[in-house]
């Protein structure tokens, strides 16, 4: 089984919102990742888990606020986003080489 | 620093014809490994196949075959037998082994359009 879940597959906001994506895996992966990806583009990594501590944050907006609680699921806290935040958000998990996708959030800020 | 080159934007295939679709890539890193992911509309990115920079063969899985010239820094991806929904977006890319994580670097991607 190599299925990452993510919710909710849609997300429209407003500016002045707080709202959360999450996502989950049950593979036993120790890494996990965020990626936001703008239309006709490939993904652009934002945040690194590695043992459920952050590793990497690509110099993404303080307004995106990653969580790990657990091995298996990694949140993204969002805040006071702006329109052009507006994308596709990939969460990935990877044990050896092979990176596996979630099936994307896409999220809208009006 | 990685780059990842994929110089063809746009591609058509007749259904079920072959199709080669381009990769070529930079880094100085003597060990790094290669994917193809494939993403549809719906945009979930689905992986497709890996080449590790010492794997002797060229790696193949079903339909895809990945044709690795190190030498010439490419990885092509071949697709036999084209269906319909082979039509997507097909992206390759690069990985970096970090301490306890994969950092992956993507190309720009070419859009596959298969004609019935």
Redesign the interface.
């Known amino acids: 089984d ?1 299925e990452v879940t993510q919710t909710p597959k849609h997300l429209v906001m407003g500016m002045t919102n707080k709202k959360s994506l999450k996502c989950e895996q049950h593979m036993g992966h ?2 996990m ?1 965020w990626y936001k990806q703008k239309a ?4 652009e ?1 934002m945040f ?1 888990y ?2 459920e501590k952050l ?2 944050n690509e110099s993404v907006p303080s307004r995106f606020s990653p969580e790990c609680p657990n091995s298996s699921l990694l949140n993204l806290h969002l805040h006071a986003l702006q329109p052009e935040d507006s994308a ?1 958000y ?1 969460c ?1 998990s ?1 044990q050896d ?8 959030t ?1 999220l809208t800020v009006l | 620093a990685q780059k990842i080159t994929q110089t063809q934007p746009g591609m058509f295939v007749q259904e079920k014809e072959a199709v080669t679709l381009d990769c070529t890539y930079d880094t100085s890193d003597p060990s790094y490994g290669l994917f193809w992911y494939k993403q549809p509309s719906s945009g979930e990115m689905i992986f497709l196949i890996y080449q590790g920079s010492y794997d002797q063969q060229n790696a193949t899985e079903g339909r895809y075959s990945l044709n690795f010239q190190k030498a010439r820094k490419s990885a092509n991806l071949v697709i036999s037998a084209s269906q319909l929904g082979d039509s997507a977006m097909y992206f390759c890319a690069m990985r970096r082994r970090e301490t306890s994580y994969d950092k992956v670097i993507f190309g720009p991607g070419t859009s596959l359009s298969v004609i019935p």
């Open positions: 190599t120790r890494a990742y006709k583009k490939p993904p990594l690194v590695s043992y590793s990497i596709l990939l990935a990877s080489y092979t990176q596996y996708f979630g099936p994307g896409r």
